[in-house]
């Protein structure tokens, strides 16, 4: 089963899910994990969205389950009511026993004991806390639970996380416990000058890591997020706020309007091979597709507009990690040329059958993707905003397309 995590914080216009929904059940995400809790924790409002979204979902056979945000939850009353109020909705999700999901977002283990929260529950838990330990075997024997929920983390390279996930796959096997993986497509937070940072696998954690975990196999992955607009990893429909608001130098909106719906375009792809059990990604012609992702300015470049107030920061931590790419993903059911104009120079790719990535060092200007043959019986020709020496407000989020 493939999750994706669902900030019930960042609700869609008029609090109205069903596009939400119907967006996930064409990927293929057979639930959203509902982060319950956030800066401000206006429980009053979030109970009522969530609410709202319980009882779409039941209209529309679509499944949720509960994550618990313990930075700002800390009411173990509170976990459990909300627990047993939705245990029996048509739309609580379960596991293939009848098990509950119900999970945790968490940087550090809480003060209480979860084995006595969950004595309170009163329908059998499928209970998936959230880790951000390296150490897989440290975590079986100190995370107590069903199995554990991992995040991807922030200061590793791509190899030594690929270590990390084969370590929890392998102890996944011998323990017997579900392991439940967490992919996430970019991330960037510039919400103050100490939660300011680009990540530091940022040009890898999406295509390359969805290729490992298809070799390692966890029971399930989650898709870090849906809508976490703050920290720029979302694979939903962008903030719908207009980009005049967003851009108002009073508002910590810093991350845009951009576009990210080939990541979800993306993920439909990588979960149809997941689902099926294979180590590698299999393409019918009807699903080719070729994507591009990018940034609009250099890294290193600082907004120019002093109007707004975090143009003065420093730059995010990991910035230096972060490359002046374009990213070109195809997925073709048999070889193909693609071809990229960055700012007018040339570059292509021979792409062979299945999946491939190529990364291009970008030139200032348009950026323009095209293909020697048709890309699911159609002409590829695809075209973003310009990449630019500098902007107004410093930007490390990406579109993609």
Known sequence: MVFAHYMNSVPPLNSNYTNDINLAKSAGIDAFAVNYGADGNNFYKFSNDLDIMFKTAEKMNYKLFLCFDLTHVSDTEQIVNLTNFYATSPAQAKDA???????????????????????????????????????????????????????????????????????????????????????????????????????????YIWIDRWMHLLKVKPAYIEILTWNDFGESHYIGPADSTPQSTLMDPTTQAYYGNLDHSGFLKMAALFIKSFKAGRDHVVIAPGDEDVFMF???????????????????????????????????????????????????????????????KGTVKWTLGNQTLTASRPINGKTLHKQGPPIVASMARYQGNVVAI
């Open 97 to 203: 026993s009848g098990n509950i999901f119900l999970s945790t977002f968490q940087v550090a283990p809480p003060s209480w004991s979860w084995n006595d929260v969950i004595k309170q529950i009163k329908i059998p838990v499928a209970f998936l806390p959230g880790t951000l330990s390296q150490s897989a075997q440290h975590t079986e024997s100190t995370v107590p639970g069903y199995g554990p929920f991992t995040w991807v983390h922030p200061a590793n390279d791509p190899t030594s996380e690929a270590d990390i996930d084969t370590e929890y796959s392998d102890t996944q096997s011998s323990s017997g416990l579900p392991w439940m993986a967490g992919v996430a497509s970019w991330f960037f937070k510039r919400m103050d000058t100490q939660d300011n940072w680009l990540h530091a696998q940022d040009s």
């Open 294 to 356: 990018h940034r609009l300015h250099p890294v290193a470049q600082k907004g120019t507009n002093s109007i707004y107030p975090d143009n003065a920061w420093d730059l995010p931590a990991n910035y230096s990690y972060i490359e002046d790419n374009v990213y070109i993903v195809s997925f073709l059911s048999s070889p193909a040329t693609i071809y990229l104009s960055s700012g007018g120079a040339p570059w292509q790719m021979n792409a062979p059958t299945g999946v491939s």
